[in-house]
């Protein structure tokens, strides 16, 4: 089906409000829901799961330092909108709507984190075997950036996260404001996904095998999803309009599997300022903004020399592209408000201190793998360092160690690798001969390690991994102890079976969980 581009408004998110503050802070309450919205003039009313009847969900807009409490309720439907309503994992036991939400790059403790098994079903009915708590607690004691919430469901992530359950999650402080950066209206939250539809204006999403034992004809998962529409704030390929001025735009990428390219037909650079962990050192001035699943780049785009023009946000699709594909193009800026006020806003070159963790003494090195393999059915399955889910933890660190971290990616395609609680710095990246490793496992380098980008050089808690590469990241495993987890952000991999359980441990106290 075809959509008419840049006819729909971008729309911009409300921001929730508490229920009520008490002496522990701000308290929230958000349901989730099913509920129908329009995505573009031309398409029939969506059907889709949201935070508070939302898509995307409310932003949080938060006070560094300051904690919340949410309380997230689950009041789906007992089947999935999607053509599918089980999956591999434990599915057929829980035939209900599991959901349960992880702030992405908090810095929470574990009963907070949204662990895969914390699931629960419509008013709590069922909960999972790591269930701990209804109300959730996020400290805010990190870094001041933006993060996103979104459902992490065992074995069901890709699905919950395409039907719509995602959303924004922005923390602000006193020295971030001092840069003078675009605000209020010149400060919009943008984030990009994927989508295809049926003719009715239903999502469409392969249809998935339930578990093996059902003896589907086709037991196949398909280890990627790419939709032919791009939607931002959920409005397929909307415009903007804006004032022939500067204006901040923090850029996710929620989609499911795809990454984009990002570049301007004006060709105006991006200046980005920040990455997933908050401001940069230094801004870098960027013309090609590389995005994997969940990587958030913070970015000022100056339209002062445009006015009367339009500038369409691109995606480039290299050079073998269908030109059929309508994916290269994501928005379009109209440049055609008139100026209401003079702008006094900057792009500062210094924006923040990062101190390097290469100064830290290193408690351990894990060389870790990214797989592809099949299972016992033959359907493809991903795998880190060769174990499932299910496996023993085997990513102990202890509390308050450092430790380096190699992600050896002998797959044929990029991986964007998510560690919870922490946020880690990029060390290199260094390429090897994947065919001589193949044959023979010998690691052959063949050329140097490179440092990571200019605009990667801050703080990130989802590190691209591209094949044939071993890419090395440093993190600091603080403040808390507990059950995590880390995992290959392509949702089609996390759920089949890229993900593993990471458990901070405090050596003195052995079996502390929390
Ligand atoms: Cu964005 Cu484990 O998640
Ligand atoms: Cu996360
Ligand atoms: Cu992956």
């Given amino acids: 089906m075809k959509l008419?581009?840049?006819?729909?408004?971008?729309?911009i998110m409300d921001i929730i409000k508490p229920k009520r503050k008490n002496k522990k802070g701000s308290y929230y309450e958000v349901r989730m829901e099913e509920f129908k919205q329009k995505l573009h003039r031309d398409l029939r009313p969506t059907r889709?799961?949201?935070?508070?009847?939302q898509f995307p969900g409310p932003t949080f807009d938060v006070k560094q330092g300051e904690p919340i409490q949410v309380k997230w309720m689950n009041n789906l439907p007992s089947r999935h909108i999607l053509p599918v309503d089980r999956s591999i994992h434990e599915v057929a036991q829980h035939p209900e709507v599991r959901t349960v939400t992880h702030l992405h790059g908090s810095e929470t403790k574990s009963a907070s984190d949204g662990y895969p098994e914390a699931w629960f079903t419509k008013d709590f009915k069922k909960v999972g075997p790591f269930f701990k708590r209804e109300v959730y607690e996020y400290p805010n004691r990190q870094r001041a950036t933006m993060l996103w919430y979104h459902d992490h469901s065992m074995g069901i992530t890709r699905l919950n996260m395409y039907a719509g359950l995602a959303g924004a999650y922005i923390i602000r402080n006193e020295q971030e404001k001092l840069l003078k950066l675009?605000?209020?209206?010149?400060?919009?939250?943008?984030?990009?996904?994927?989508?295809?539809?049926n003719d009715d204006g239903s999502l469409s999403y392969p249809r998935q095998p339930a578990d093996p034992a059902d003896n589907l004809p086709n037991p196949s998962i398909t280890p990627f999803f790419l939709g032919d529409k791009i939607i931002v704030n959920g409005k397929v390929w909307p415009y903007f309009?804006?004032?022939?001025?500067?204006?901040r735009f923090r850029i996710l990428n929620a989609s499911n599997t795809r990454a984009y390219q990002l570049y301007l037909d004006s060709n105006q650079p991006f200046y980005q300022i920040g990455s997933d962990g908050g401001l940069l050192k230094k801004t870098v001035k960027i013309n090609k903004l590389t995005i994997e699943p969940a990587?958030?780049?913070?970015?000022?785009?100056?339209?002062?020399?445009?006015?009367?023009?339009?500038?369409?946000?691109?995606?480039?699709?290299?050079?073998?592209?269908?030109?059929?594909?309508?994916?290269?193009?994501?928005?379009?800026?109209?440049?055609?408000?008139?100026?209401?006020?003079?702008?006094?806003?900057?792009?500062?070159?210094?924006?923040?201190r990062i101190p390097s963790l290469k100064q830290?003494?290193?408690?351990?090195?894990?060389?870790?793998?990214?797989?592809?393999?099949?299972?016992?059915?033959?359907?493809?399955?991903l795998l880190?360092?060769?174990?499932?889910?299910?496996d023993p933890v085997t990513e102990k660190p202890n509390l308050g160690a450092t430790e380096i971290w190699t992600l050896m990616n002998i797959t044929g395609f990029t991986h964007p690798i998510h560690i919870h609680l922490i946020q880690f710095q990029i060390l290199d990246r260094r390429p090897f001969d994947l065919d001589l490793y193949n044959k023979d496992g010998r690691i052959v380098y063949t050329g140097p390690s490179r440092p990571p980008e200019p605009n990667e050089r801050g703080w990130k808690d989802t590190v691209p991994a591209p094949s044939a590469q071993i890419t090395r990241v440093i993190a600091k495993f603080t403040p808390y102890t507990g059950d995590y987890v880390w995992h290959c952000h392509i949702l089609e991999h996390e759920d089949y079976d890229m993900m593993r359980p990471l458990r901070v441990i405090d050596p003195n106290h052995t079996d502390d969980k929390e």
């Avoid at 309009?241 to 204006?247: A, G, I, L």
């Avoid at 880190?384 to 299910?390: A, T, V």
């Fill in 384 to 390: 880190l360092d060769n174990k499932k889910w299910m």
């Fill in 182 to 197: 675009p605000k209020g209206k010149y400060e919009i939250p943008l984030v990009i996904q994927d989508r295809s539809f």
């Fill in 241 to 247: 309009e804006v004032e022939p001025r500067k204006y």
């Fill in 295 to 352: 990587e958030r780049v913070d970015v000022i785009l100056d339209f002062s020399k445009y006015e009367g023009m339009k500038v369409i946000l691109k995606n480039n699709l290299g050079p073998n592209a269908d030109p059929e594909d309508e994916t290269d193009e994501v928005m379009q800026f109209d440049v055609s408000l008139p100026m209401e006020e003079r702008d006094d806003s900057n792009i500062p070159h210094n924006l923040s």
């Fill in 360 to 381: 830290n003494k290193i408690d351990a090195i894990r060389n870790l793998k990214l797989v592809g393999s099949t299972d016992k059915y033959n359907r493809p399955l």
């Fill in 48 to 53: 889709l799961w949201g935070y508070n009847r």
């Fill in 4 to 11: 008419t581009k840049f006819v729909d408004r971008l729309p």
